[in-house]
C-alpha cells in the first residue's frame, strides 16, 4: 500500500518564526489533505490539495503530485499554532486514507 | 452548516464489555469513515460506509463492525472489549473533495 512520511517528526519554534514541513508519499493519489490535532484530539482541516498550490493566512501549502510530495508552510508563528500536523493521502474513490506519523510543533512564546 | 458530530465525547468501560459509538456527518455527506488513532499504531483507517454499505474496511477484527443507516448517521461497534481498545475514535465525513472528522471519541478499557 501506499507509504506516508512526514519530517521532521518534531520542530520547537520560536514565536514569529517561520516553518516547512514535508509529506511525501510513495504512489499516485487522488486525495492528499493536511490537518491539524488540537490538544483535544480534533482534526482541524488545514488544506484539500491533491496538485497546486493554496493559501489561507499565514499558512500555505503547495503539492507536487508528479514528484510525490507536498509542503505545508507556516509564517510567522504563533503559539496557537502548537499541536501535530499531519498529512494523509487516498486513491481511488474509497474512504481509505493512510495518514504519516505527524510532525509535532512547539511553538514557544 | 453543522460539522460532523460524535457522541458521546469520552466513554470509560471494563474489559469483556462491548461499546457504540455515534457520528452525525454532514448534512448531504453520504460517506462516512471511522478511524482509531493511539500513541503506537496512529492514524488507522477501521471502516467506510457510504449509502448504508460498507464500502471498504480496514485491518481489524471482527469484533470491530459498524453500520449506517438511511439518514447517513453512523455507528460503531466494539465488542468483547480489550484494554488495547483504548484510544481515540475519530469519524469523518465526506461528499467529494476532503474529507471532514469529528471532535471523537475518547475510549478508555479498565
Known amino acids: 500500500g501506499i507509504q506516508v512520511e512526514q519530517s521532521p517528526p518534531d520542530l520547537i519554534l520560536q514565536e514569529g518564526a517561520n516553518s516547512t514541513l514535508r509529506c511525501n508519499f510513495s504512489?499516485?493519489?487522488?486525495?492528499l489533505q493536511w490537518f491539524h490535532q488540537n490538544p483535544w484530539g480534533q482534526l482541524i482541516n488545514l488544506f484539500y490539495?491533491?496538485?497546486g498550490t493554496k493559501q489561507n493566512g499565514r499558512l500555505s501549502a503547495t503539492t507536487v503530485a508528479t514528484e510525490r510530495y507536498s509542503l505545508l508552510y507556516i509564517s510567522s508563528s504563533q503559539t496557537t499554532d502548537s499541536g501535530v500536523y499531519f498529512c494523509?493521502?487516498?486513491?481511488?474513490?474509497?474512504?481509505?486514507?493512510?495518514f504519516g506519523k505527524g510532525t509535532k510543533l512547539s511553538v514557544k512564546p | 452548516k453543522a460539522g460532523v458530530t460524535q457522541t458521546p465525547r469520552y466513554l470509560i468501560k471494563t474489559r469483556g464489555q462491548q461499546v457504540t459509538l455515534s457520528c452525525s456527518p454532514i448534512?448531504?455527506?453520504?460517506?462516512v469513515s471511522w478511524y482509531q488513532q493511539t500513541p503506537g499504531q496512529g492514524l488507522q483507517f477501521l471502516f467506510e460506509?457510504?449509502?448504508?454499505?460498507?464500502?471498504n474496511k480496514g485491518n481489524f477484527p471482527g469484533r470491530f463492525s459498524g453500520r449506517q443507516f438511511s439518514n447517513s448517521r453512523s455507528e460503531m461497534n466494539v465488542s468483547t472489549l480489550e484494554l488495547g481498545d483504548s484510544a481515540l475514535y475519530l469519524c469523518?465525513?465526506?461528499?467529494?473533495?476532503?474529507?471532514?472528522f469529528g471532535s471523537g471519541t475518547r475510549l478508555t478499557v479498565v
Open positions: 494523509a493521502v487516498n486513491w481511488g474513490s474509497q474512504g481509505n486514507l493512510i
Open positions: 448534512s448531504g455527506h453520504r460517506s
Open positions: 504512489d499516485s493519489v487522488n486525495n
Open positions: 460506509y457510504f449509502s448504508e454499505t460498507q464500502r
Open positions: 469523518a465525513s465526506r461528499e467529494s473533495g476532503g474529507y471532514t
Open positions: 490539495i491533491p496538485s
